[in-house]
C-alpha cells in the first residue's frame, strides 16, 4: 500500500441531497426519482467508475458505526494544562449556549414580577412568586426567606421530576417506606421534599426559590405531556410559519424545552439578585434529576453561580432520558461529567444513588478531581454516594448539601443548625401564586406558537442592529452548529495511479481514502491531472460523490476536461454518504435515527452530527489537507465548485472554514434550512435557520473567500467554468 500526501482535500461530514430533492430545491419543474435514476443507467454508469474498495464494500469509517444516544458511556479525559482546558471549556460552553437557544440571549424584558400571599413561619417566611421569563412566559413558584435581617445567600431549585412537586405531600405508604429505609426522619414534615429544603435554606440564614417546571404544579401553559413525554410530531404545528415545540422548524431555530428551563433559570436569578435581601455576589442553585440537569446547565452557561449541588444526574451513563433534557447539538462530543467540569474550579458537590449515577466513584468522579487539581481547587468537588438508596432527594442527600452550602457561604454554623426540624406542612391551596386576584395565564397551541416566534424574532432583531450584519455571532455559531475545530491528522490510503479518458484525451489520475489515524473519517477520493499542470486546484463537489466527475458513459464530463486542459488538477471527493458509503451505490435520501421511538430529534441530533453537518466537515477536511502544501511551490490555495445540491455544503464550508480559498462557485438553488420539513432529510441542519439561514452562510462565506460566484440567490448569470478560468 503506497501512502501520498494529496494535494486538493479536506473533511466533509454527514450531509447528503438526493438529485430528486436538488431539483425541486432548483424550482425545476419535474424531479428526478430513484426509478428514474435506474432507467438512465445510474448502475451501469457506477461501474465504470474507478473504484477506491471492491464492489459492496464501504469505508472503515467511524460514522458508519452505531448511533450515539442518551444510554451511551460518556467519558471525560481531563485536560493536560489549564490552557487546554480553557479553550476546551470556551468551545463546550458555546456549543451549550447555541443548542440552547441562548447565543445570543435573548433580550432581558421586564420580569414585572409579582410577590404576594406571605404567609409566617416561627424563623422563616413563605410567598408566593410569579414573573415573566419572556412576554406572557411566567415563571412560578415558592419564595422561603429568613426573618434575619441582612443581605442572604439566595438558593434556586429546581424541582425536577417528581410530579406536582410543589405541592406533593407523600402519603402514609410512602412515608412509612421512607422511614424504614432511613431516607427521611421527620414522620409529618419529611413528606414534602420541597418545603424541607426550603424551609431548612431558610432557617440557615438562605433565601430559597422553589420554582416549577413546566407542565408541573403552577406552570401549565405548556402542558407536561408536551414537555415531558412528546412522542409524535405534530403536522399542524410543523409549518413554515407559526411553528410549534419540537417541529423541524423549532430544531432549526434552537427552541426547545430544555432551553426554555434554562431561560427560566437565569431569570430566576436575575429576580433572586433583584431582591434587597439577596446578596447577589453569593448564589447557589441545587436539584435532584430533572432538576441537577437544570442545575448543570444553569452552573455551565451562568457565571453568577457561586455554589451548585447538582444530585443523582451527573454520571458517565444516562443523560437524561426526558425530552425536557435533551437539544439537539447539546452533547455532540461531550456529556454531563465535562458539562459539570464547567463550573471549576468552583465548589461542586454531587449525589450518587443506586441509578445510573453508581458507578461515579470510579467513572467521573475521579476525573473531576482531576481537573479540580489542575485549577487548583481539589477541595471545591465532592460527591455523596449512598448506593444503598434509589434515585432520591432525601434528608440524607440534602443533609449533605447543607453542609456545602454552609461551608463554601461561610455562614459558620454548627452542626446542629444543619439538621431539618419540624415544621407546619402547607398545603396547596396555601402554596399556589393563582387566585382571584392572581389568575392563571391561558397556554395552549397559540400561546405556544406567539412564545416561540417572540423568541425567533427577538434574536432576528438582536442580528438586524449589529454593526456587522451579525457575523460576530454568526461566525463562532456556525463553526459550534456545524462541528468544525480542525481535523485529526490524515493519510491517503489505497492509493491506485490510472488513466482517466474525456474529450479524446487520456489524463493521470489516482484514487485513495483520506483516512484519519483515528478512523474518525475515511473519504474516498479521485484526484487528475492535465499533462501540463499548473499550481492550481478546484475540488470538485457533487450529490454523486467523486462520480459527479464523470459522465455516464465513464469519460470525464467537458467541463472537467476544460480545467484539466488549463492546467488545473480537479479533485472529487465521497463526502459522508456518497458514493462508496452506500453498499449499493444509490444517494442517501434519508438520515439515520436512534432506537428511541419519541419522535423528538434530540434523541439523535444531540448527540450526532447531522448528515449536512458531517459532510461540511468533510470538505473542510479536504480543504485543510491541502492547505499545508501551500507555499511549497505551490501559490494558490484550491477552489471550490459545487453547482448542483451540494451548493449550500459548499456555502456552509465556506462560511465556517478558518482559511481562505482561491476562489469558488456554487449554486444553491434559493435552498432554505427553514423549510426542510423532515428531520430526517439530509438536509436537515438544526440550528440554521436562526443564524441566517443560507443566506447568512455566504454572508460569512464572502468574508472568508476569496473571489465567490453565487448563483441560484437571484439575477446573477454565468459560466462558471469560465469564470473559474479567469485570472
Not at 445510573?356 to 468522579?365: N, R
Request: include cysteine.
Amino acid at each position: 500500500m503506497r501512502v501520498m500526501k494529496f494535494p486538493l482535500f479536506a473533511n466533509p461530514e454527514n450531509g447528503d441531497l438526493s438529485l430528486n430533492s436538488r431539483w425541486k430545491m432548483a424550482g425545476c419543474r419535474f424531479a428526478i426519482t430513484s426509478a428514474a435514476l435506474l432507467a438512465l443507467g445510474f448502475q451501469a454508469f457506477a461501474a465504470a467508475i474507478p473504484r477506491v474498495l471492491p464492489a459492496g464494500e464501504v469505508p472503515q469509517d467511524a460514522r458508519l458505526g452505531p448511533l450515539k444516544d442518551l444510554d451511551g458511556y460518556f467519558p471525560f479525559t481531563p485536560p493536560e494544562s489549564r490552557e487546554v482546558w480553557e479553550k476546551r471549556a470556551d468551545q463546550v460552553r458555546l456549543q451549550m449556549r447555541v443548542a440552547l437557544g441562548i447565543y445570543p440571549e435573548p433580550t432581558r424584558t421586564p420580569l414585572n414580577a409579582v410577590v404576594h400571599g406571605r404567609i409566617e413561619g416561627e424563623d422563616y417566611t413563605v410567598e408566593k412568586v410569579f414573573f415573566e421569563s419572556m412576554p406572557g412566559l411566567f415563571v412560578t413558584g415558592s419564595l422561603f426567606r429568613p426573618k434575619t435581617p441582612g443581605a442572604h445567600p439566595a438558593v434556586l431549585c429546581p424541582h425536577g421530576h417528581w410530579r406536582n412537586a410543589r405541592f406533593a405531600i407523600r402519603t402514609d405508604a410512602e412515608m412509612k417506606k421512607e422511614l424504614e429505609s432511613g431516607g427521611e426522619r421527620l414522620p409529618e414534615s419529611g413528606r414534602s421534599i420541597f418545603q424541607s429544603l426550603g424551609v431548612q435554606l431558610a432557617r440557615m440564614g438562605n433565601v430559597a426559590f422553589v420554582y416549577d417546571m413546566f407542565g408541573d404544579s403552577d406552570s401549565l401553559q405548556i402542558s407536561h405531556e408536551l414537555a415531558h413525554r412528546f412522542a409524535k410530531q405534530r403536522p399542524e404545528m410543523n409549518t413554515r410559519e407559526n411553528w410549534g415545540l419540537f417541529s423541524p422548524q423549532a430544531e432549526e431555530h434552537a427552541q426547545s424545552i430544555i432551553g426554555l428551563h434554562t431561560w427560566n433559570s437565569i431569570r430566576a436569578l436575575d429576580f433572586l439578585s433583584s431582591l434587597p435581601d439577596v446578596d447577589p455576589k453569593r448564589l447557589a442553585c441545587t436539584g435532584a434529576s430533572g432538576g441537577g440537569t437544570q442545575t448543570m446547565m444553569l452552573a455551565a452557561v451562568d457565571p453568577r453561580l457561586a455554589v451548585a449541588c447538582p444530585a443523582v444526574m451527573v454520571s458517565t451513563a444516562m443523560q437524561g432520558g426526558c425530552t425536557c433534557e435533551n437539544a439537539s447539538l447539546l452533547r455532540i462530543g461531550t456529556g454531563n461529567i465535562e458539562i459539570a467540569g464547567l463550573f471549576a474550579p468552583k465548589p461542586q458537590g454531587m449525589t450518587a444513588a443506586n441509578d445510573w449515577t453508581k458507578e461515579m466513584e470510579t467513572k467521573g468522579f475521579p476525573e473531576l478531581q482531576k481537573l479540580y487539581g489542575l485549577l487548583g481547587a481539589p477541595q471545591n468537588v465532592a460527591l455523596w454516594a449512598h448506593t444503598n438508596f434509589g434515585h432520591n432527594y432525601n434528608a440524607v442527600s440534602r443533609a449533605h448539601i447543607y453542609a456545602w452550602f454552609n461551608e463554601h457561604f461561610h455562614l459558620g454554623l454548627s452542626a446542629d443548625r444543619l439538621v431539618e426540624r419540624d415544621y407546619p406542612l402547607l398545603k396547596q391551596e396555601q402554596l399556589t401564586v393563582w387566585d382571584a386576584q392572581h389568575p392563571a395565564p391561558a397556554g395552549g397551541d397559540d400561546f405556544e406558537r406567539r412564545l416561540l416566534k417572540w423568541w425567533h424574532d427577538d434574536a432576528q432583531a438582536q442580528f438586524a442592529k449589529a454593526t456587522d450584519g451579525g457575523a460576530a455571532i454568526n461566525g463562532p455559531a456556525w463553526r459550534s452548529l456545524i462541528g468544525w475545530s480542525g481535523s485529526s491528522a490524515a493519510t491517503v490510503e489505497s492509493l491506485k495511479e490510472f488513466k482517466a479518458e474525456g474529450g479524446g484525451k487520456s489524463y493521470g489520475a489516482a484514487s485513495g481514502i483520506l483516512t484519519a489515524k483515528d478512523h474518525s473519517y475515511a473519504l474516498p477520493i479521485i484526484e487528475l491531472h492535465s499533462a501540463k499542470p499548473d499550481d492550481r486546484a478546484v475540488i470538485w463537489l457533487d450529490e454523486r460523490g467523486k462520480a459527479g466527475l464523470f459522465a455516464n458513459d465513464g469519460a470525464l464530463r467537458p467541463e472537467i476536461c476544460r480545467l484539466l486542459d488549463a492546467g488545473i488538477s480537479v479533485a472529487g471527493v465521497d463526502l459522508f454518504g456518497q458514493g462508496e458509503f452506500q453498499a449499493d451505490g444509490q444517494p442517501l435520501t434519508v438520515t439515520r435515527r436512534t432506537k428511541n421511538p419519541r419522535e423528538s430529534a434530540a434523541f439523535t441530533f444531540g448527540y450526532n452530527s447531522a448528515v449536512f453537518a458531517q459532510r461540511v466537515q468533510d470538505i473542510c477536511t479536504v480543504l485543510t489537507f491541502r492547505l499545508p502544501n501551500v507555499g511549497q511551490g505551490q501559490r494558490h490555495a484550491p477552489s471550490l465548485v459545487a453547482l448542483d445540491g451540494t451548493g449550500p455544503l459548499a456555502a456552509a464550508a465556506l462560511a465556517v472554514l478558518p482559511e481562505k480559498i482561491e476562489s469558488a462557485a456554487l449554486q444553491t438553488g434559493g435552498f432554505r434550512f427553514g423549510s426542510v420539513l423532515e428531520l430526517q432529510s439530509p438536509s436537515f441542519l438544526p440550528a440554521a435557520a436562526k443564524y441566517g439561514d443560507l443566506p447568512g452562510a455566504l454572508a460569512l462565506a464572502r468574508h472568508q473567500a476569496g473571489r465567490l460566484l453565487v448563483l441560484g440567490e437571484g439575477s446573477e448569470k454565468a459560466d462558471p467554468i469560465d469564470w473559474l478560468l479567469k485570472p
